[in-house]
């Protein structure tokens, strides 16, 4: 989106990022407003970025602007690396973004307070009105975890779902 500019409250929340750094795993480069971050494969506590070469199964994912994903709940192998295929079915931006529950309110809460804030990781989609996007993702930790759009007022509008990891 581009009214959405990278880092423009950079400044401001760097202290915040600073203590939230092993949370959101944002890297320096980013931070230097680069404007793409090669794929970083960092472990996360919910999994790490997935080969498109390993991709055991494909789930289709749709977004709509009454703040639902749909399906609301998938059940994963452990090990297994997932192809969301994404279809903003709506009239405005949403993403997906994957993580265990406290990171995502955490992150949530942080976008109400600094909603120009722009980032990109391996395990969030940004879909625009109407347009599909991709994520692959390896779910190589077990666990219950959260896929959730964090644009400010859909996350608190419950636009959540859950992903189960045995
Ligand atoms: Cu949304």
Same mark, same amino acid.
């Given at each position: ?68 994903? #749909? ?14 295929? /994404? ?31 722009? /980032? ?5 989609? /940004? ?7 991709? #994520? ?31």
């Amino acid at each position: 989106m581009k009214s959405r500019r990278r880092f423009l409250a950079a400044g401001l929340a760097a202290g915040v990022f600073a203590l939230h750094r092993r949370a959101f795993a944002h890297g320096d480069a980013a931070h230097a407003g680069s404007k793409r971050v090669p794929v970083e494969k960092e472990q996360q506590p919910w999994g790490i970025a997935g080969e498109a070469k390993d991709v055991s199964r494909t789930i289709p994912l749709e977004m709509t602007d009454e703040m639902r994903f #749909t399906p609301d709940r998938i059940e994963v192998r452990l090990g297994e690396t997932i192809r969301f295929s /994404h279809h903003n079915r709506g009239a405005v931006m949403h993403e997906m973004v994957i993580g265990t529950p406290e990171a995502l309110k955490e992150h949530a809460e942080m976008m109400e307070r600094f909603p120009e804030m722009e /980032h990109d990781e391996p395990w969030m989609a /940004h879909v625009r009105p109407g347009g599909r996007g991709e #994520t692959i993702w390896c779910f190589n930790r077990p666990g219950e975890f959260q896929f959730a759009c964090l644009i400010p007022r859909h996350f608190q509008a419950g636009m959540i779902g859950t992903v189960v990891v045995r």
